[in-house]
């Protein structure tokens, strides 16, 4: 059996797919969101509001009851909170920001977060380069090589905050994982995966790849006084480039977001439409070169990067 040792770099985030509209699935006070839980909202309505089930009830209907029952909501009717990050907090408290001021949820059980093995087995299988673990199904299933590796326990919600991306169009509020908080998960059965290959592979995976950015980046930069995206993309992945790592440690980006440099397979580095408004680039297809980020502290912070090391128990 083997433990997966995660110490977070910079903000994590994987999606349970589900999107949180203010007023409606969650309400912020101060510097704190606050999810409700419908079913006790519901409840509650019933006791503090005449509703006519006859007339239509309709999203800004439901936002006022929001506004109105707001403290009684966070006391009685929420699923979990969270810290707010101030680059979301100045978003919610501009009056010309557009849209409904969504965020992007972290995966969790009943509001309970946690870590799934599959995000984790994804990102090792991009480092060792292969498509699957090597379970097959149906008549062909050998279940002698099954791989048997479990979510992490429950995170307290003390770790996370709603973070807002700032670089790269359209921007995001995103739950995260803060920086420097630690999670484990065990490899109960490693099957057909080889450990000391697997050691091998990370510690050359991460630094190729952003040795492979940072050259690729160059022609990006900015050419004058004024710093660019690129330029702050650069000093992020430095940053991370000169993480010290102790034996048996490693580096490895996890999740959503982190840029697609480092989600390469085999060696294919992805290429997208330019959404730069210049003539010549605009709409053709060009390598990537660019990550959802977030700034903290006045430093750009590319998301998912952890340290990883593997203890065999």
Known sequence: MYKLKFTTLTPLHISNGETLDQ???YTVFKDELYKIDLNKFSRLLAKKENINFT????????????RKHQLTIIDEAITYSLEIHNSFKNHLN???AQGRRQVIEFINSNGKFYIPASSVKGALLTVLGVDTSGIQAGEQ??????????????IDSSNFMVYRTENRPPANNLICLKPNCKFEMKLQKNGNLDIKDLKSKLEEY????????????????????QLKGADHFEKALIEIELVRLDKNEYLINVGYGGGSWFKVFKNIVPKFPSKSPSRTRKGKMEEAHTTFSISINNSLKHLGWCKLEIEKI
């Not at 279940?143 to 590796?149: A, N, S």
């Open 141 to 154: 299933a050998d279940l002698k090589d099954k791989i048997v590796f479990y979510d992490s326990d429950f």
């Open 23 to 25: 007023g409606f699935h």
């Open 206 to 225: 991460s630094k190729t790849q952003i040795k492979l950015a940072l050259d690729k980046i160059v022609k990006y930069k900015s050419r004058k006084d």
């Open 94 to 96: 501009n009056p010309r």
């Open 55 to 66: 007339q239509d009830i309709t999203i800004s209907t439901i936002e006022s009851w929001v």
